[in-house]
């Protein structure tokens, strides 16, 4: 499955369709005056019914994918029923202009040709006033779809891998491990501001890996659109997170910031491989309590480097167990 917002033409916002349609205007001609001006606002109302195909082919929110329909409420700020309104404004609007442009090429046709000029420009300037008083919601609707558009492609139905954990944990190192995305690595919290995608092979099938944005341990109310993304990720899709944790001198999270976090995802009831990264530069006392937060919750955990490959291969085998009884059931 692609984007499903992928391959969605975006026409001009407002001020940028009517600054077009002013331009091209004074370049129509016609076999008369009336023509010519009839011409005109054909011209207008075809570019008018760029946001009636643009509303019709907009994808039907009650059927996207719960990833894609929260990436869209994540997106716009708002919730999917202001984004149906505001569908439903744009194309009450976009009909009611093409109406407008109707009637007046109608009325050009029937009058005198001194007048036909004086009509043009009144039906120039009412329909530009309609759209204009509704610029507010076709400006928005425009920019969260170019927004949606740049998402990266995300099958809902193919196997997947999500990394999770706070910011700065090693999760974009070690997607770059185990598949073909290329991810800015850097030693600064939330470097990752998307969710990146990459692939890898396990006997044949194709498996996506999503390096998501880092979590803090907070509430959500209080989390950003860049958290709320890997969230999304990890709990409206169905596959293995692989859940990192930070035990290096270096670690930014408490023990405690770290395993509330891990507690909040395995309430989604997910297939979680929990892994303890940096273990080639680790803290002892930040090991040890980690540890043994993890044994008394009767957890299992895996020791890796994603920097320095330490542990990777036995982690790649556990993920490919996992995938494949995923596959079978």
């Not at 016609?30 to 946001?51: A, C, F, P, T």
Request: hydrophobic residues 40%.
């Amino acid at each position: 499955m692609l984007n499903p917002f992928e391959k969605l033409n975006c026409p001009p916002k407002v001020e940028d369709l009517i600054k077009i349609v002013l331009g091209r205007l004074p370049k129509i001609s016609g076999n008369s005056i009336k023509d010519r001006e009839i011409r005109r606002l054909i011209y207008y109302d075809e570019q008018v019914k760029r946001y009636l195909n643009f509303v019709n082919s907009f994808p039907r929110i009650d059927n996207l994918h719960p990833f894609y329909k929260e990436a869209l409420e994540i997106t716009a700020g708002k919730s999917v029923d202001n984004i149906k309104i505001c569908l439903s404004i744009i194309n009450k609007t976009s009909l009611t202009a093409s109406s407008i442009l109707k009637r007046y090429i109608s009325e050009i046709r029937k009058s005198d040709e001194t007048l036909a000029n004086k009509l043009m420009r009144q039906a120039f300037g009412r329909v530009s006033s309609l759209l204009r008083r509704r610029k507010d919601c076709i400006d928005w609707i425009i920019d969260v779809t170019k927004s949606m558009k740049k998402i990266k492609s995300i099958d809902p139905e193919m196997p997947t891998v999500i990394i999770a954990g706070s910011p700065n944990v090693g999760k974009s190192t070690l997607v770059s491990k185990i598949s073909s995305a290329k991810p800015e690595i850097a030693n600064y919290p939330f470097t990752t501001k998307e969710i990146h995608v990459g692939h890898f092979d396990i006997n044949g099938v194709k498996v996506q890996v999503i390096d998501t944005p880092g979590i803090l341990d907070r509430p959500m109310k209080e989390r950003n659109q860049i958290e709320r993304k890997a969230i999304n990720a990890i709990k409206n899709l169905n596959g293995i997170i692989v859940f990192l944790f930070d035990i290096s001198q270096q670690s930014l999270y408490s023990p405690k910031e770290q395993f509330d976090l891990l507690r909040e995802i395995l309430e989604f009831n997910k297939n979680v491989i929990i892994a303890l990264n940096k273990i080639d530069s680790k803290d002892e006392k930040l090991y040890d309590e980690v540890s043994k937060m993890l044994r008394e919750n009767s957890l299992n955990f895996m020791e890796i480097s994603a920097e320095n490959n330490i542990g990777i291969d036995e982690l790649k085998e556990e993920i490919k167990k996992r995938v494949l009884e995923m596959i079978k059931q």
